[in-house]
């Protein structure tokens, strides 16, 4: 099940809030939310949920044990490894088990037979918030939380179980023990997850139809400027995607109660890779930063071969293939260019050509994150160079003049303007004293993205998550 749909968005959500909403104190609403969550789950993945209780159930156990040891080090940390090699080794075998026989196969004299079994939904994200849980525990960095139900509702919390944000358990450990939904937080929450949904159905989708209709179906035959195009709506739809899926999960949880972190923050304004980074899916840059990083050394020993290693597993993580790990890397060189000296000059030049310098690396790397193989690379870089191909055709110019206001318009949706246009609007006197006009506009414009969203779910098939199978 994915927000998007209209079994979630009529069925499933409305349900669980009308539950929840009349069950009494905080553990008993916990409870209904453990349950809810774990349905949602068990929607599309009525297998694997076994799988995410018993990570649950084994990082709970070892929770309790290095509490229970704290004061013998050896015992606390054969916990915690015991723990981190259990966990990422189930990750290491639903994930990348194929990965790894697949180039293994390519050896003389090695025919070993590739597993067959689907990727269980959101094994990246809930696996790596249980580690950040053991972790922080280990160090001391946060409490014991030792109901066993309490901590699987950290685990499998519906509304970033999927896709994120990752959600570390100290941010929210005070919010599950005790929590208050006020209407203010309430409200806002609609408007934070239809913002999101709007991003997601009317931008996204839309998005990835025009991706379809160019890379996506037609790479041998594209001119170079239907290669743009795609790959330039490729960068609007991930972005779209995501955030949308990020803004969704944060209004949710704003539904229910918690304050989730922010996940992006307008990445493509970034005025570098290193901005870029700190924009870009936020929760995971600083969980390798935190957790594999600063552990390897950071900045102070060997600083480039801890960059290598973390984008390498960066890549690694956004999928199990070689594509994703070039990804990563194609990111490391840029990065540690820009600290050994390019970051020095692009601070000295004008805003402008910083930030075209970052939106084109970055579209560039978008080529490696899309397609899977180095023959469509390679033939993608050359279209987008121009070798080769017809620079611009029919085909080309009936698709900008079809799709150049909406790509328009989204571009101007991945900057702070609208955003910037509100922080002004909320200095009048109406917004801040609610007045009946203000709220009766808003509310019409929430109903108005909910009728459009669903109209655009009614009418179409069309309706992926990029992040879904992470």
Same mark, same amino acid.
């Given at each position: 099940?994915?927000? &998007?749909?209209?079994?979630?968005?009529?069925?499933?959500?409305?349900?669980?809030?009308?539950?929840?909403?009349?069950?009494?104190? =905080?553990?008993?609403?916990?409870?209904?939310?453990?349950?809810? &969550?774990?349905?949602?789950?068990?929607?599309?993945?009525?297998?694997?949920?076994?799988?995410?209780?018993?990570?649950?159930?084994?990082?709970?156990?070892?929770?309790?044990?290095?509490?229970?040891?704290?004061?013998?080090?050896?015992?606390?940390?054969?916990?915690?490894?015991? =723990?981190?090699?259990?966990?990422?080794?189930?990750?290491?075998?639903?994930?990348?088990?194929?990965?790894?026989?697949?180039?293994?196969?390519?050896?003389?004299?090695? !025919?070993?037979?590739?597993?067959?079994?689907?990727?269980?939904?959101?094994?990246?994200?809930? =696996?790596?918030?249980?580690? @950040?849980?053991?972790?922080?525990?280990?160090? $001391?960095?946060?409490?014991?939380?030792?109901?066993?139900?309490?901590?699987?509702?950290?685990?499998?919390?519906?509304?970033?179980?999927?896709? $994120?944000? *990752?959600?570390?358990?100290?941010?929210?450990?005070?919010?599950?023990?005790?929590? +208050?939904?006020?209407?203010? !937080?309430?409200?806002?929450?609609?408007?934070?997850?239809?913002?999101?949904?709007?991003?997601?159905?009317?931008?996204?989708?839309?998005?990835?139809?025009?991706?379809?209709?160019?890379?996506?179906?037609?790479?041998?035959?594209?001119?170079?400027?239907?290669?743009?195009?795609?790959?330039?709506?490729?960068?609007?739809?991930?972005?779209?995607?995501? &955030?949308?899926? &990020?803004? /969704?999960?944060?209004?949710?949880?704003?539904?229910?109660?918690?304050?989730?972190?922010?996940?992006?923050?307008?990445?493509?304004?970034?005025?570098?890779?290193?901005?870029?980074?700190?924009?870009?899916?936020?929760?995971? #840059?600083?969980?390798?930063?935190?957790?594999?990083?600063?552990?390897?050394?950071?900045?102070?020993?060997?600083?480039?071969?801890? /960059?290598?290693?973390?984008?390498?597993?960066?890549?690694?993580?956004?999928?199990?293939?070689?594509?994703?790990?070039?990804?990563?890397?194609?990111?490391?060189?840029?990065?540690?260019?820009?600290?050994?000296?390019?970051?020095?000059?692009?601070?000295?030049?004008?805003?402008?050509?910083?930030?075209?310098?970052?939106?084109?690396?970055?579209?560039?790397?978008?080529?490696?994150?899309?397609?899977?193989?180095?023959?469509?690379?390679?033939? /993608?870089?050359?279209? /987008?160079?121009?070798?080769? #191909?017809?620079?611009?055709?029919?085909?080309?110019?009936?698709?900008?003049?079809?799709?150049?206001?909406?790509?328009?318009?989204?571009?101007?949706?991945? =900057?702070?303007?609208? +955003?910037?246009?509100?922080?002004?609007? #909320?200095?009048?006197?109406?917004?801040?004293?609610?007045?009946?006009?203000? @709220?009766?506009?808003?509310?019409?414009?929430? *109903? $108005?993205?909910?009728?459009?969203?669903?109209?655009?779910?009614?009418?179409?098939?069309?309706?992926?998550?990029?992040?879904?199978?992470?």
């Amino acid at each position: 099940m994915v927000f &998007s749909s209209l079994v979630f968005l009529y069925g499933f959500l409305p349900l669980c809030l009308l539950v929840y909403l009349l069950s009494g104190n =905080t553990k008993t609403r916990n409870r209904v939310l453990l349950v809810f &969550s774990l349905a949602f789950y068990a929607w599309g993945e009525p297998v694997w949920v076994v799988l995410m209780i018993l990570t649950g159930l084994l990082v709970y156990l070892a929770g309790l044990g290095i509490e229970k040891y704290r004061d013998n080090k050896f015992k606390s940390r054969l916990f915690l490894v015991i =723990t981190l090699i259990a966990s990422l080794s189930s990750l290491a075998l639903f994930k990348y088990s194929g990965f790894v026989i697949s180039n293994l196969n390519l050896l003389p004299f090695i !025919d070993l037979r590739v597993p067959k079994f689907s990727l269980p939904i959101g094994i990246s994200f809930y =696996t790596f918030q249980a580690l @950040t849980y053991a972790i922080d525990l280990y160090r $001391g960095k946060t409490k014991i939380q030792r109901s066993y139900f309490d901590f699987m509702l950290y685990i499998s919390l519906f509304p970033q179980l999927i896709a $994120g944000p *990752i959600v570390r358990y100290d941010d929210i450990a005070d919010q599950i023990k005790d929590r +208050k939904i006020t209407l203010e !937080d309430f409200s806002r929450g609609i408007a934070r997850f239809l913002t999101g949904l709007a991003k997601k159905v009317l931008i996204a989708n839309h998005a990835g139809e025009i991706v379809s209709q160019t890379i996506g179906s037609r790479l041998p035959a594209l001119s170079s400027s239907e290669a743009w195009i795609g790959i330039i709506a490729f960068s609007l739809q991930i972005y779209f995607d995501f &955030s949308g899926y &990020s803004d /969704m999960a944060i209004g949710l949880g704003s539904m229910f109660g918690f304050r989730f972190k922010e996940n992006f923050n307008y990445p493509y304004i970034a005025s570098s890779i290193t901005d870029f980074w700190r924009r870009w899916h936020i929760s995971l #840059s600083t969980f390798f930063r935190d957790y594999l990083y600063i552990p390897l050394g950071g900045n102070k020993h060997h600083q480039i071969r801890n /960059m290598f290693i973390v984008w390498a597993l960066t890549g690694l993580w956004h999928g199990a293939s070689w594509n994703f790990v070039f990804w990563g890397l194609y990111f490391f060189i840029f990065l540690t260019v820009e600290k050994l000296f390019l970051g020095k000059i692009l601070a000295k030049l004008p805003a402008v050509v910083s930030h075209i310098y970052a939106l084109l690396i970055v579209v560039f790397g978008w080529v490696f994150f899309y397609f899977s193989t180095l023959g469509e690379i390679r033939l /993608m870089l050359t279209k /987008m160079f121009f070798a080769g #191909s017809t620079a611009f055709d029919i085909r080309a110019q009936i698709l900008l003049q079809n799709e150049f206001v909406f790509l328009l318009i989204a571009m101007i949706l991945t =900057t702070p303007l609208l +955003k910037n246009l509100g922080a002004r609007l #909320s200095k009048l006197h109406a917004v801040k004293t609610y007045h009946p006009a203000y @709220t009766i506009i808003v509310i019409i414009v929430n *109903i $108005g993205i909910l009728f459009f969203a669903t109209a655009a779910l009614a009418g179409s098939s069309f309706n992926p998550f990029l992040y879904f199978r992470f």
